[in-house]
Antibody, heavy 119, light 107 residues
Framework: QVQLVESGGGVVQPGRSLRLSCAAS????????MHWVRQAPGKGLEWVAV????????KYADFMRGRFTISRDDSKNTLYLQMNSLGTEDTAVYYC????????????WGQGTLVTVSS | DIQMTQSPSSLSASVGDRVTITCRAS??????LAWYQQKPGKVPKLLIY???TLQSGVPPRFSGSGSGTDFTLTITSLQPEDVATYYC?????????FGQGTKVEIK
């Protein structure tokens, strides 16, 4: 069965960096676009970034302001999100999600990893 | 960017009631509209895609309709296990935006 397992979250000081990982299994990872979605405590879902199946297309939400980078390593079936210059507004649970097909909705989600930005 | 606006932000209804949630896009998105259900403390789950197509395994009391800018999610007979927050999402032309969510509670 499809499994997505995020890791790398934790408490980090403002201005610091963090790299999240999402280990995928149960499907042909290299065939699917992958996304990051975040949810601040008590708030709604916010799309963060996408990477196409071949890694050529990367798109980001406007609020990224160039601070976040999405990447993938198909040899490890792993998705990444490098987050730099973190601010308190980035505090959220970060989910990775698999597309059903390119530019389609998300049929599987990970359990999420909590990122807390605090001094 | 496409903005998605849901209404109401929350509602309370009785078991067995018909519940309708609306979602409006700031520009036409054809039928590139999905609905997700997020139960308290859980991960979002895809309910409906292409505005009206039920994801496999979703109970038939859930239905979706609409095209262009106006969409609805209907629960024909609300059940206790439907307590959740529901989100619409557009995926039009490789743009993914969520609505702010509608929290559904049992009266």
């Amino acid at each position: 069965q499809v499994q997505l397992v995020e890791s790398g979250g934790g408490v980090v000081q403002p201005g610091r960096s963090l790299r999240l990982s999402c280990a995928a299994s149960g499907f042909s990872f290299s065939n699917y676009g992958m996304h990051w979605v975040r949810q601040a405590p008590g708030k709604g879902l916010e799309w963060v970034a996408v990477i196409s199946n071949d890694g050529r297309i990367k798109k980001y939400a406007d609020f990224m302001r160039g601070r976040f980078t999405i990447s993938r390593d198909d040899s490890k079936n792993t998705l990444y999100l490098q987050m730099n210059s973190l601010g308190t507004e980035d505090t959220a649970v970060y989910y990775c999600a698999k597309e059903a097909n390119w530019a389609e909705p998300f049929d599987y989600w990970g359990q999420g990893t909590l990122v807390t930005v605090s001094s | 960017d496409i903005q998605m606006t849901q209404s109401p932000s929350s509602l309370s209804a009785s078991v067995g009631d018909r519940v309708t949630i609306t979602c409006r896009a700031s520009q036409g998105i054809s039928n590139y509209l999905a609905w997700y259900q997020q139960k308290p403390g859980k991960v979002p789950k895809l309910l409906i895609y292409a505005a009206s197509t039920l994801q496999s395994g979703v109970p038939p009391r859930f239905s979706g309709s609409g095209s262009g800018t106006d969409f609805t999610l209907t629960i024909t007979s609300l059940q206790p296990e439907d307590v959740a927050t529901y989100y619409c999402q557009t995926y039009h032309i490789a743009t993914w935006t969520f609505g702010q969510g509608t929290k559904v509670e049992i009266k």
